[in-house]
Nanobody, 123 residues
């Protein structure tokens, strides 16, 4: 089991940048691929980005490619999501998740979740 705590959300304007962080409490962080999902009001929880256990491989949903970057620091048990050129449609609660394979984009493939952090982008 992995305990995850997100931070870094907030209210920004369109075009701004924001960096989300997720701290993991687990014995062996490198056992897990990590991912970010987001959920807007009235919508499903959708995949945003994922990263393999060593950080060698990443995957992004099409709408954030070129704007968001996922990274991890295995020495600190953290994963980050750097978001640039933010758009109002990026507004959502962002969740950090731990799973086994970074290639998975379905939320059911991730077994441990943080409590989420709100990102609001105004136009």
């Amino acid at each position: 089991q992995v305990q995850l705590v997100e931070s870094g959300g907030g209210l920004v304007q369109a075009g701004d940048s924001l960096r989300l962080s997720c701290a993991a409490s687990v014995r062996t962080f490198t056992d897990f691929a990590m991912a970010w999902f987001r959920q807007a009001p009235g919508e499903d929880r959708n995949f945003v980005a994922s990263i393999s256990w060593a950080g060698s491989y990443t995957k992004y949903t099409e709408s954030v490619k070129g704007r968001f970057t996922i990274s991890r620091d295995n020495a600190k048990n953290t994963v980050a999501l750097q978001m640039t050129s933010l758009k109002p449609e990026d507004t959502a609660v962002y969740y950090c998740a731990a799973g086994r394979l970074h290639t998975k984009t379905d939320s059911s493939e991730y077994g441990d979740w943080g409590q989420g952090t709100q990102v609001t982008v105004s136009s």
